[in-house]
């Protein structure tokens, strides 16, 4: 079996999410049917994350497994080919056959995009906060949620009953940008819709509507408030998918809303 390192780039907004589901359009469904009209044989392919329905990717990494081999360039220019414009394959390479998307990253970045203003070209890609918002107040409670928490006030209830809730948050940064403030969020995995409703609270106590106190008892004992400030997914990009050896960029804005920013 050859084994292929994919690393893409995608619009979620008119997608369930990457994983496959039935009677749903799907990344990962999209990515397969590209790849078995290439190589005309059966592919296995598996992602470094289940971004949910609505959220994008700005490097989602996925390991394809098949029998045949191929040129890596020609690999990636015809599964461009047949893919929509909402998918692109920025980079393939071959990697071991042991190479697992998931199971080898090391951690993974996620970058939620938060509008000051009403915008005509990016309202797919951020969440317009039409309040004013603190942002020094807003950095002060993201610090909260760095290191080991138990984050089940922050996850979905439908989640997987033996999926532990502690999770260790290695990094957060807040930064603004003309008309935008980014959230980036790095741990070494993240509970279903858990970074959407750090991102909600966030903006609760940028609006003074919740203290850092507030935030420290949510993730002393479990809480229902935290899923009434659930973010939409338009704002939210699964940056970075790290394995060894790899850096962080610099944060910076997606291309889409790079005239956003200036």
Request: proline letters at 3%; charged letters at 25%.
């Amino acid at each position: 079996m050859y084994n292929y390192k994919i690393i893409l780039e995608y619009d979620g907004t008119n997608y369930s999410g990457w994983q496959t589901q039935k009677n749903a359009k799907s990344i990962q469904d999209s990515l397969i049917g590209a790849a078995q009209k290439v190589l005309g044989a059966p592919v296995e392919i598996q992602g470094a994350g289940r971004t949910d329905t609505g959220v994008h990717a700005l490097a989602q990494v996925a390991h394809l497994k098949t029998s045949r081999k191929i040129n890596t360039e020609t690999l990636r220019i015809g599964l461009n080919d047949n893919l929509p414009a909402s998918i692109n394959v920025l980079q393939i390479e071959n990697v071991h056959e042991r190479f697992h998307a998931r199971h080898n990253a090391l951690a993974r970045s996620y970058l939620y995009l938060i509008a000051k203003r009403r915008t005509a070209f990016g309202k797919r890609y951020v969440w317009w906060v039409k309040d004013k918002l603190d942002s020094g107040m807003m950095q002060k409670s993201l610090g909260i949620f760095q290191g080991f928490h138990n984050f089940i006030s922050f996850a979905d209830k439908r989640m997987d009953k033996d999926t532990s809730t502690e999770v260790n948050i290695e990094r957060v940064e807040l930064k603004e940008f003309e008309g935008i403030i980014a959230l980036r969020i790095v741990a070494s995995h993240f509970l279903w819709k858990m970074v959407r409703r750090i991102v909600g609270v966030v903006v609760e106590t940028g609006r003074g509507n919740f203290t850092c106190r507030d935030i420290e008892l949510m993730l002393k004992s479990y809480s229902e408030i935290p899923a009434g400030y659930t973010a939409p997914p338009s704002g939210l990009f699964l940056e970075k998918v790290l394995y060894e050896g790899d850096k962080l960029p610099q944060m910076r804005l997606p291309i889409c809303l790079l005239g956003e920013g200036r």
